[in-house]
T-cell receptor, first 112, second 117 residues
Framework: QKEVEQDPGPLSVPEGAIVSLNCTYS??????FMWYRQYSRKGPELLMY????GNKEDGRFTAQVDKSSKYISLFIRDSQPSDSATYLC????????????FGKGTRLSVIA | GAVVSQHPSRVICKSGTSVKIECRSL??????MFWYRQFPKKSLMLMAT?????????EQGVEKDKFLINHASLTLSTLTVTSAHPEDSSFYIC?????????????FGPGTRLTVT
């Protein structure tokens, strides 16, 4: 079993739809959880970060962490064509200089 | 957020030559930087952890002599691909964390696309 599992998609939705992206993980020691957005041929851009369990909202984006289930989610409301990108979940054991462990990324296309 | 730059953004080189890629933290000092490579439609694969003033820590399966990492200052790490081969063609990305920010997220550079002919 890989440390972080993420459905690679591709996921195609109409503009305005609510998008749900998910990752599961096996290491219960992960404490910090992040979502990155990566446009084609660009470096990943930090979208959301969360410490431990709970929800965090930023505009149209909501990140959820359920440590008991080892499951994290990113919701995008009122999706826009500009949201079309690959979304990568990432997690870390601590807040120090330890490498992030990434999911494979989910390719999202929002169709106008 | 913090800014990380990479240079060059893309490079084409001939097989057998060496290529150097620079990663800079522009508005913060990074004692640690990370180097990743990414194949098309694949996730990021950690290659090595670059530590300022000391040797890099390489992930299993990554050749130290082929991918030379130098972290000579708190704002610059370089990755040199030596004796490049077509299979080294990939997207190379670095990241760094601002240790003074009180935040734990890592910031990524824009990436360098290497093509070896």
């Amino acid at each position: 079993q890989k440390e972080v599992e993420q459905d690679p998609g591709p996921l195609s939705v109409p503009e305005g739809a609510i998008v749900s992206l998910n990752c599961t993980y096996s290491n219960s020691a992960f404490q910090y959880f992040m979502w990155y957005r990566q446009y084609s041929r660009k470096g990943p851009e930090l979208l959301m970060y969360t410490y431990s369990s709970g929800n965090k909202e930023d505009g149209r984006f909501t990140a959820q962490v359920d440590k008991s289930s080892k499951y994290i989610s990113l919701f995008i409301r009122d999706s826009q064509p500009s949201d079309s990108a690959t979304y990568l979940c990432a997690m870390s054991l601590d807040s120090g200089n330890t490498p992030l462990v990434f999911g494979k990324g989910t390719r999202l296309s929002v169709i106008a | 957020g913090a800014v990380v730059s990479q240079h060059p953004s893309r490079v084409i080189c001939k097989s057998g030559t060496s290529v150097k890629i620079e990663c800079r933290s522009l508005d913060f000092q990074a004692t640690t930087m990370f180097w990743y490579r990414q194949f098309p439609k694949k996730s990021l694969m950690l290659m090595a952890t670059s530590n300022e003033g000391s040797k890099a820590t390489y992930e299993q399966g990554v050749e130290k002599d082929k991918f030379l990492i130098n972290h000579a200052s708190l704002t610059l790490s370089t990755l040199t691909v030596t004796s490049a081969h077509p299979e080294d063609s990939s997207f190379y990305i670095c990241s760094a964390r601002d240790p003074t920010s009180g935040r734990y997220e890592q910031y990524f550079g824009p990436g360098t696309r290497l093509t070896v002919t």
